[in-house]
């Protein structure tokens, strides 16, 4: 599968506070998690992202706390990868679990600036940013995250390994 | 090779021999927490997913901390929807305001008995990783890992290497846990022990209470650690003692020590008598400065929360304010971190004294830490806290500031009416 879109760049250490402010707890509604996304680091983000954007970042990207509406609340934005150098192991799950795609990869969170459109192929690994020609190569996923993927989430991955919906 | 005391403890809930870093396995859980913002997602999780009842109604903790008493209508809908749930579910550990064991997540899980060396608990707050204190292996997840735990009483892990930090030393006076761990993320970074254990060692350990060792503990993930955790001493005995006499005696755990030829990426060694009463200045907390060095105005100061909101805490704030008084202008704002703190500090005079000082007294809350309520900041205002995090609009406005410090110097500070150590006080 591949997405394309413009690119939203980034530094290192992009916070879930940030993210999605705790103000906005209130709700875990995606609808209304979006509308506040990125507030507090790029107040126009929400006016501009379109649907098929990608989010390119430094290191430790979604670090800090646990709240899994901050995955949620990119992904419901219209965010359709976060690129990052590294990933804060919480938000590294919570992305996994909640199916935003993200790939791990120094060079592109590097070498892809603010604007860049940029395409990449999940299967592969390969981002492509089509605005300098430049070609990236993420790092893979091991094969027991890969399997969480492919079921759709942990949610699906655990009902699956339990033998369907039921008492799991 | 050699297991660390993390990794003794995942392969032992794996019902693996041995692990090594980098395995993925699947563990059996022996608690799964969860609060009023991230359970109420979970709950609606575990129904999609057709979940009928909990794993085991004696292991999972549901706290109604972060915006309770709840601050508006939409929080309170929040924590009735996990009231709703734990009744339910019938959950032994519901802690509900008032009652004797609340308050802050992780201020009472550990007071109240219910964490003990060599166990293996996630909790959907960052700050999970506290328990290390004691010797169990804990960790933060988000709401879907919650839910899928609550349903499975198992999750999965990706066996983490560590970074040994080594202790001597004796801490100079008014040193405390706070000024050792905001030294060691400055040292390291925020991302320094990124997917890594932090294992605490060394002659300087007997130093700390365990108290300190929980704040130190507490902020393993400020430097993106998965967790932290201490060797089991007197102090932890003593501790468990106190907390749970009778699961101590009944020998319900295990006291797991790393392997002599365990394997670590990198040793840290820190002299604890160099270590100076420490800050975080906005807007990571990485950005430490020795706090005799910073001279800057303040607007408010907060004590308390899951990092600093313990009897210890509470106790050597008012020594520090007996007799004194916060400056005209500044709020001081003094969270005792849960109901059997705020008691003792009732029974022993303490929250006159912080009255006598001018300070304001709050129920246990997580509230103003990260910016939920009872404490909030204007722009332009600049907090002394001994909460956890200084990241943009943390605690309020995004042009707000917050300067993360130790209970000496937060108490000092509002005292001073700027950023001030004990010693500067007359």
Wanted: charged share 20%; proline share 5%; hydrophobic share 40%.
């Amino acid at each position: 599968m591949k997405v394309k879109g413009n690119v939203f760049k980034y530094n290192d250490n992009v916070d879930t506070d940030v993210i999605i402010p705790a103000r906005h707890l209130t709700s875990a509604d995606p609808e209304q998690l979006k509308l506040h996304c990125m507030e507090d680091i790029d107040p126009s983000f929400v006016s501009k992202v379109q649907s098929g954007d990608i989010m390119v970042a430094g290191k430790n990207f979604g670090c800090g706390s646990s709240r899994e509406h901050a995955p949620v609340a990119i992904k419901a934005s219209g965010i359709s990868l976060v690129i990052a150098s590294d990933f804060a192991r919480i938000f590294y799950r919570n992305a996994i679990n909640v199916g935003l795609p993200i790939m791990e990869c120094p060079e592109a969170s590097e070498g892809i600036m603010q604007g860049d459109v940029v395409e990449a192929d999940f299967d592969t690994g390969i981002i492509t940013d089509i605005t300098t020609g430049k070609t990236y190569s993420a790092k893979p996923f091991p094969d027991f995250i890969k399997k969480i993927i492919d079921c759709g989430g942990l949610v699906a991955y655990t009902k699956e390994k339990s033998g369907g919906a039921g008492d799991i | 090779m050699g297991m660390t005391m993390t990794q003794k403890i995942l392969a032992a809930h794996a019902g693996l021999q041995s692990v090594k870093s980098g395995e993925l396995i699947e563990a059996k859980l022996d608690l799964v927490l969860g609060n009023d913002v991230t359970t109420p997602p979970a709950i609606k999780v575990f129904k999609d997913m057709g979940a009928g009842s909990v794993f085991d109604k004696d292991k999972v903790c549901l706290v109604p901390d972060h915006f309770t008493p709840n601050k508006d209508i939409k929080s309170a809908e929040l924590t009735k929807c996990m009231r709703c749930f734990a009744r339910e579910q019938n959950i032994s550990h519901y802690y509900e305001l008032g009652q004797k064991g609340m308050g802050i997540e992780h201020v009472i899980l550990p007071d109240n008995g219910i964490v003990f060396p060599g166990d293996l608990i996630i909790g959907a707050d960052s700050h999970t990783c506290t328990y290390g204190a004691v010797g169990a292996f804990s960790t933060g997840v988000g709401s879907t890992d919650l839910a899928c735990a609550m349903a499975s009483g198992s999750t999965w892990f990706k066996v983490p290497e560590a970074i040994k930090v080594v202790l001597t030393g004796k801490p100079s006076e008014y040193v405390t846990g706070k000024d050792i761990i905001l030294h060691l993320i400055g040292m390291i970074g925020v991302d320094g022990a990124l997917y890594k254990s932090l294992e605490f060692t060394g002659e300087g350990t007997h130093y700390l209470s365990m108290d300190q060792r929980l704040t130190i503990c507490n902020m393993a993930i400020e430097c993106g650690g998965k967790n932290g955790i201490f060797p089991i001493d007197e102090v932890t005995l003593e501790y468990m003692e106190k907390t749970n006499p009778d699961r101590l005696r009944n020998g319900k755990y295990v006291a797991y020590t790393p392997d002599e030829d365990a394997e670590y990426s990198e040793v840290i060694e820190i002299d604890l008598s160099s270590v100076p009463l420490t800050v975080a200045l906005p807007h990571l907390p990485s950005n430490t400065r020795p706090a005799s060095e910073v001279d800057l105005p303040i607007d408010q100061v907060v004590i308390g929360s899951c990092t600093n909101g313990r009897y210890e805490d509470i106790k050597t704030a008012a020594e520090i304010f007996r007799g004194r008084h916060v400056k005209e202008g500044i709020r001081c704002i003094v969270i005792p971190g849960s109901q059997r703190v705020y008691r003792r500090a009732l029974d022993e005079g303490l929250l006159a004294v912080f009255d006598d000082a001018g300070c304001v007294i709050s129920t246990p809350t997580c509230g103003p830490c990260l910016g939920g309520h009872m404490g909030i900041l204007a722009a332009g205002e600049r907090c002394v806290s001994t909460t956890n995090r200084n990241f943009v609009g943390r605690m309020g406005h995004v042009e707000s500031e917050v300067i993360l410090a130790g209970i000496p110097v937060a108490a000092a500070s509002a005292i001073a009416g700027k950023v001030a150590t004990p010693f500067d006080l007359e």
